[in-house]
């Protein structure tokens, strides 16, 4: 028994899970078979109950065992482990007296499901306390009974709304809603959980009012409801598992067909796409707690929409912050954004105030010679850069790191205006910064490998991906969606109309199409970073990007750009174009964007293919359920994109020739560094 550790303590036991080797409980099948013989003995006792706990800090159970996913290819193999988890909680769920969980930290996905299957939760009261089923970001759908517990317990549109959206709710709505018995502080947990197992009092059920929706005669007309919202956010040809939990909950289906539903979807492209997603995302986040960062005070110069947002996340994740800008008015804007995002995201007033406390505006820059890591967001122009730089490396300290949230431009360029550029690294945030994920760790010839790992480990300490990429113009992201943004534009200019343009790209999976993108983002910006790509990625830039922005139309911020905006900036209804006629959209969009991350892999940008899967589904939400463009590539084959390629530079140009990288097998295999 390695994983589980059972004591008698008077006339209750208390099982402990702590899965050896691992920093957070999952459950693999050989932790299920060992829970599974704890609970056998467990049967034939006399006890007044059993108390479930975790002996990890970090939480109670995170779900089950993502990687053992990877390495089942068979349907009814997937069905059996499903079973397998139903079957141990039935058992545990049947037991001859109550049973509790005490949770802390994260509870989630069959974690959860465990504690569904005991008579009573009990949650440590702070907002490091989480319980969700998150099952659906990968594809799949609760497969331990937990389309089946979750909605006696705490209402059918509650139930539809966790296992739909994935969201995890804090100790407190969970205590609100049903999901937990009772919230305590940590020092009176375990005697929370035997006082429960004394009184025995009846098992918490959903009033009936919430279980109206599940009434027969309502179930299609809410199912009608329910699927309007869900296909906003998934089309069931993409991402199935939605779609499932709402047939599976129509029908009120058992445990039996939740596992034979899950072991279909658990082999599917979408899952195993997201699946994939999600390790990669998993390893950038080791990949940023490898070392220590010794950075506690972090200086931003640049109040705009960037630097505002990179000090107010930083201040959220409790380092000291002192945000620079010339403009009072500018800082005075970044505050108020920052007390309101503060307030929005902490709720308790004493939380914000400490926050706020963390968030200083520093017209003059004397945080400069306290800081630790000083973060460049100005204008993205050479010139003043490296201006600000020559100022700052002559008032910081010898040991501060200095960093550019630049989006394009290299850090050799911009190193040239220091006495010592090997303390300088690039921090490509994305924005909005507080929902994108991934920050481009940008190396320049003379970054130091120190400077390197103190930027990795800063990103992991604020809960963002660190993905290391090679100095080059455009870095990753951006050079490679800007072909594909340019593909566009160049299609709009051939009298291809913009809504076929965006639906392409949204119907193959982009988040969105990408003239609305280039609205979103700024034309000036669009503009400034291709002309930046132009001339080293031999780019021709399209006059009616020039044009557009040489009429001041610059997107959304100016209320007009390809689209026109209402003063909210909700888009208006375009008139009605001329459709040009057999004009292969998305195989342009999507073909420029593989073309171009493939020429980054022969360039070493990055050092594999999972790290432009990762950079592109984390920086730009490349749709998710194809598990990033190289995975892609792999899935339709090298040999026809590249014939495609040469199809489509005949008709439309030498832009569409195909990389040399192409032609090299051992760059394009997964796992190639």
Same mark, same amino acid.
């Given at each position: 028994?390695?994983?589980?550790?059972?004591?008698?303590?008077?006339?209750?036991?208390?099982?402990?899970?702590?899965?050896?080797?691992?920093?957070?409980?999952?459950?693999?099948?050989?932790?299920?078979?060992?829970?599974?013989?704890?609970?056998?003995?467990?049967?034939?006792?006399?006890?007044?109950?059993?108390?479930?706990?975790?002996?990890?800090?970090?939480?109670?159970?995170?779900?089950?065992?993502?990687?053992?996913?990877?390495?089942?290819?068979?349907?009814?193999?997937?069905?059996?482990?499903?079973?397998?988890?139903?079957?141990?909680?039935?058992?545990?769920?049947?037991?001859?007296?109550?049973?509790?969980? !005490?949770?802390?930290?994260?509870?989630?996905?069959?974690?959860?499901?465990?504690?569904?299957?005991?008579?009573?939760?009990?949650?440590?009261?702070?907002?490091?306390?989480?319980?969700?089923?998150?099952?659906?970001?990968?594809?799949?759908?609760?497969?331990?009974?937990?389309?089946?517990?979750?909605?006696?317990?705490?209402?059918?549109?509650?139930?539809?709304?966790?296992?739909?959206?994935?969201?995890?709710?804090?100790?407190?709505?969970? *205590?609100? =809603?049903?999901?937990?018995?009772?919230?305590?502080?940590?020092?009176?947990?375990?005697?929370?959980?035997? /006082?429960?197992?004394?009184?025995?009092?009846?098992?918490?059920?959903?009033?009936?009012?919430?279980?109206?929706?599940?009434?027969?005669?309502?179930?299609?007309?809410?199912?009608?409801?329910?699927?309007?919202?869900?296909?906003?956010? /998934?089309?069931?040809?993409?991402?199935?598992?939605?779609?499932?939990?709402?047939?599976?909950? =129509?029908?009120?289906?058992?445990?039996?067909?939740?596992?034979?539903?899950?072991?279909?979807?658990?082999?599917?492209?979408?899952?195993?796409?997201? !699946?994939?997603?999600?390790?990669?995302?998993? /390893?950038?986040?080791?990949?940023?707690?490898?070392?220590?960062?010794?950075?506690?005070?972090?200086?931003?110069?640049?109040?705009?929409?960037?630097?505002?947002?990179?000090?107010?996340?930083?201040?959220?994740?409790?380092?000291?912050?002192?945000?620079?800008?010339?403009?009072?008015?500018?800082?005075?804007?970044?505050?108020?954004?920052?007390?309101?995002?503060?307030?929005?995201?902490?709720?308790?007033?004493?939380?914000?105030?400490?926050?706020?406390?963390?968030?200083?505006?520093?017209?003059?820059?004397?945080?400069?010679?306290?800081?630790?890591?000083?973060?460049?967001?100005?204008?993205?122009?050479?010139?003043?850069?490296?201006?600000?730089?020559?100022?700052?490396?002559?008032?910081?300290?010898?040991?501060?790191?200095?960093?550019?949230?630049?989006?394009?431009?290299?850090?050799? !360029?911009?190193?040239? /205006?220091?006495?010592?550029?090997?303390?300088?690294?690039?921090?490509?945030?994305?924005?909005?910064? &507080?929902?994108?994920?991934?920050?481009?760790?940008?190396?320049?010839?003379?970054?130091?490998?120190?400077?390197?790992?103190?930027? *990795?480990?800063?990103?992991?300490?604020?809960?963002?991906?660190?993905?290391?990429?090679?100095?080059?113009?455009?870095?990753?992201?951006?050079?490679?969606?800007?072909?594909?943004?340019?593909?566009?534009?160049?299609?709009?200019?051939?009298?291809?109309?913009?809504?076929?343009?965006?639906?392409?790209?949204?119907?193959?999976?982009?988040?969105?199409?990408?003239?609305?993108?280039?609205?979103?983002?700024?034309?000036?910006?669009?503009?400034?970073?291709?002309?930046?790509?132009?001339?080293?990625?031999?780019?021709?830039?399209?006059?009616?990007?020039?044009?557009?922005?040489?009429?001041?139309?610059? %997107?959304?911020?100016?209320?007009?750009?390809?689209?026109?905006?209402?003063?909210?900036?909700?888009?208006?209804?375009?008139?009605?174009?001329?459709? &040009?006629?057999?004009?292969?959209? $998305?195989?342009?969009?999507?073909?420029?964007?593989?073309?171009?991350?493939?020429?980054?892999?022969?360039?070493? !940008?990055?050092?594999?293919?999972?790290?432009?899967?990762?950079?592109?589904?984390? %920086? $730009?939400?490349?749709?998710?359920?194809? %598990?990033?463009?190289? *995975?892609?590539?792999?899935?339709?084959?090298?040999?026809?994109?590249?014939?495609?390629?040469?199809?489509?530079?005949?008709?439309?140009?030498?832009?569409?020739?195909?990389?040399?990288?192409?032609?090299?097998?051992?760059?394009?295999?997964?796992?190639?560094?």
């Amino acid at each position: 028994m390695s994983h589980w550790r059972l004591d008698y303590q008077g006339d209750h036991a208390v099982l402990t899970l702590d899965v050896q080797g691992q920093s957070a409980n999952v459950l693999s099948q050989e932790v299920l078979n060992e829970f599974d013989k704890h609970l056998e003995e467990l049967e034939t006792k006399m006890l007044a109950g059993v108390i479930l706990c975790s002996g990890k800090a970090s939480g109670f159970i995170a779900g089950a065992d993502v990687r053992e996913f990877e390495k089942i290819d068979d349907p009814a193999q997937a069905t059996e482990l499903a079973q397998l988890g139903q079957q141990v909680f039935s058992r545990l769920e049947s037991l001859p007296y109550p049973s509790v969980a !005490v949770i802390h930290g994260f509870c989630l996905g069959g974690g959860l499901e465990l504690a569904l299957a005991c008579t009573y939760r009990i949650a440590r009261d702070d907002p490091g306390t989480r319980l969700g089923l998150p099952e659906v970001r990968l594809g799949i759908h609760p497969g331990f009974a937990g389309t089946v517990r979750l909605p006696p317990l705490v209402g059918d549109l509650t139930a539809l709304d966790m296992m739909l959206t994935g969201r995890a709710l804090s100790a407190r709505e969970a *205590r609100r =809603r049903g999901l937990v018995d009772e919230l305590v502080p940590e020092r009176h947990l375990m005697n929370a959980a035997v /006082a429960f197992l004394k009184q025995n009092p009846p098992p918490r059920k959903a009033p009936w009012y919430q279980r109206v929706p599940a009434w027969k005669p309502l179930r299609s007309w809410v199912v009608k409801l329910m699927a309007g919202r869900v296909r906003r956010k /998934a089309h069931p040809d993409h991402y199935p598992a939605p779609w499932r939990i709402l047939d599976l909950w =129509r029908d009120q289906a058992r445990e039996d067909r939740e596992a034979e539903s899950l072991g279909e979807l658990l082999v599917g492209r979408t899952s195993r796409n997201l !699946v994939h997603v999600f390790l990669l995302g998993e /390893a950038l986040k080791r990949h940023g707690k490898a070392q220590a960062h010794d950075i506690e005070h972090v200086h931003v110069i640049g109040a705009g929409v960037m630097g505002a947002d990179i000090a107010i996340w930083a201040a959220n994740k409790g380092f000291r912050v002192s945000l620079q800008d010339r403009e009072p008015e500018i800082l005075a804007r970044a505050v108020k954004k920052a007390h309101g995002f503060f307030k929005s995201k902490l709720k308790d007033p004493r939380a914000v105030q400490e926050a706020m406390d963390r968030f200083m505006p520093d017209l003059e820059g004397h945080g400069l010679k306290r800081a630790d890591l000083v973060i460049e967001a100005i204008v993205e122009k050479i010139g003043p850069k490296q201006e600000l730089f020559r100022a700052v490396e002559q008032k910081v300290r010898p040991q501060a790191l200095l960093a550019t949230n630049t989006s394009s431009i290299p850090l050799e !360029v911009i190193g040239e /205006a220091l006495k010592d550029p090997s303390r300088l690294v690039g921090l490509h945030f994305f924005n909005p910064v &507080a929902k994108m994920q991934l920050v481009e760790i940008v190396r320049g010839a003379q970054t130091s490998e120190a400077a390197l790992g103190r930027a *990795r480990a800063f990103t992991g300490a604020i809960e963002r991906l660190p993905l290391d990429v090679k100095s080059s113009p455009g870095f990753l992201v951006n050079r490679i969606l800007m072909p594909y943004l340019l593909e566009a534009v160049k299609m709009a200019e051939e009298g291809v109309s913009l809504v076929t343009i965006d639906n392409a790209a949204t119907e193959f999976g982009m988040p969105m199409g990408p003239i609305t993108l280039a609205d979103t983002v700024g034309l000036d910006i669009c503009l400034s970073v291709a002309e930046e790509l132009a001339g080293p990625l031999r780019i021709d830039v399209p006059e009616r990007l020039r044009e557009l922005v040489g009429q001041g139309h610059l %997107g959304r911020k100016s209320g007009q750009g390809f689209y026109q905006y209402d003063a909210r900036g909700k888009r208006q209804t375009p008139p009605p174009e001329k459709i &040009a006629a057999d004009v292969p959209v $998305t195989e342009r969009l999507v073909l420029r964007l593989l073309n171009e991350a493939v020429a980054c892999l022969r360039e070493g !940008v990055v050092v594999e293919p999972d790290a432009v899967d990762a950079g592109m589904v984390y %920086g $730009t939400g490349f749709a998710p359920f194809l %598990g990033g463009p190289m *995975r892609y590539v792999e899935s339709l084959g090298v040999t026809g994109i590249s014939h495609s390629l040469h199809r489509l530079s005949q008709e439309y140009g030498p832009r569409f020739n195909p990389d040399a990288g192409w032609s090299n097998p051992d760059l394009l295999k997964p796992g190639s560094a």
